[in-house]
Structure formats: C-alpha cells, structure tokens
C-alpha cells in the first residue's frame, strides 16, 4: 500500500472505464484506489458515456465546493466512438487541462486509444492527440491502461468494450503509481 504525507483531493473526471460501468461501484477501480489510499479523498466524477465537451461543462462546478490538488482526465473514448473530429478532441482537453491549471490542481492526462477498425488514419490522428497535449502543456500522460486488458476476454464484459470486475484492481494497480508520485511531489 503507498503512502503519502498529507491528505490530497483527487479529482478522476472519466467515462465508463472510470466509473466502474456493468458492475457494482465498490468493485471499480477508483474505489480500489480510495481503500488503497484512505488518507486522501478521491471524488469519482466520472460518468457512463462522458464525451470531452460533456466534461468541460461540468468541470467548472466541480471546483467550487473544493480545492482540488489533482486531476485525472480519463476522456475521450466516447468522443471517438461517436467519430468526432481529433482537433475538437483536442480543443477540449486543452481546455480541460488548462482549467485545472487554473485551479491550481496538477494533471494527469489518461491515454486512449479507439479501436481498429475506425481505420488506420482515424486512429493515428486521434491517438497522437495525447502526445501533442502531453508535449504541448507538460502534463504527464499515463499509458492507456486498457492495452494489456482488452485482449484478454476474460476480463472483458459481454460488449468486449468494459472491463469486468476482476481486471478493475489491474487498472488499480496501472494508475496508482502514477498518481502517488503526483501527490507526492
């Protein structure tokens, strides 16, 4: 278990991945991350199709009744479900990033890749958009924690887009080093 050595509010402004879709919200691995790290307070703000611009209409709120220290951006994968441009995907989470800023909450930038069959030019453009945002606005950008999960069937709900339950501590296990080494700095 990390420790840290004061008492942090983290922010997860995700989509379905985030927000344990499918199964039950204790088994989610943002609650995981809270058991694993009680010390802090973890507010899950993730919602079930979340796209970019759905996000950036409620980040402002979220700042108003706390102060935030870190956000984590899990977005994105709704945006390039629904096909739209990477350039509106990349307005927004400049957008998003820089809000934070502001507020004076570090940030995490969550890869996310879309599937293959969008095709090859789709998913380059959409894929490099978080490598410009990382370089651009010197975030740092946590690999994609679905790459190694996905494969697997096993720990893939029926839809074969959701992780099930028994890969939520996986993604646990992926995403807090990364953000013990934010709060701890």
């Not at 709704?78 to 909450?105: H, W």
């Not at 930038?109 to 030019?121: D, H, K, Q, S």
């Not at 096993?154 to 080093?177: C, K």
């Amino acid at each position: 278990m990390a420790t840290s050595s004061y008492a942090a509010n983290i922010l997860i402004l995700g989509d379905s991945l985030s927000a344990a879709y499918g199964i039950s919200e204790e088994q989610g691995w943002v609650q995981l991350l809270q058991d694993d790290l009680p010390q802090h307070h973890i507010i899950n703000a993730s919602v079930s199709g979340e796209t970019s611009s759905g996000a950036l209409r409620r980040l402002p709120a979220l700042f108003t009744d706390q102060t935030i220290d870190l956000v984590v951006i899990e977005l994105g994968g709704n945006d390039g479900l629904r096909g739209f441009p990477p350039q509106q995907l990349k307005e927004n989470l400049t957008q998003l990033i820089q809000l934070s800023q502001q507020a004076n909450a570090k940030v995490l930038l969550t890869e996310i890749m879309v599937p293959p069959n969008y095709g090859p030019r789709y998913s380059q453009k959409f894929n490099q958009v978080y490598q410009d945002i990382a370089s651009k606005m010197a975030v740092e950008l946590i690999p994609f924690f679905m790459t190694d999960i996905a494969p697997k069937s096993h720990l893939m709900q029926r839809d074969s887009i959701h992780p099930n339950a028994e890969a939520q501590p996986l993604i646990n296990q992926w995403m807090q080093p990364y953000i013990v080494k934010n709060i701890d700095e």
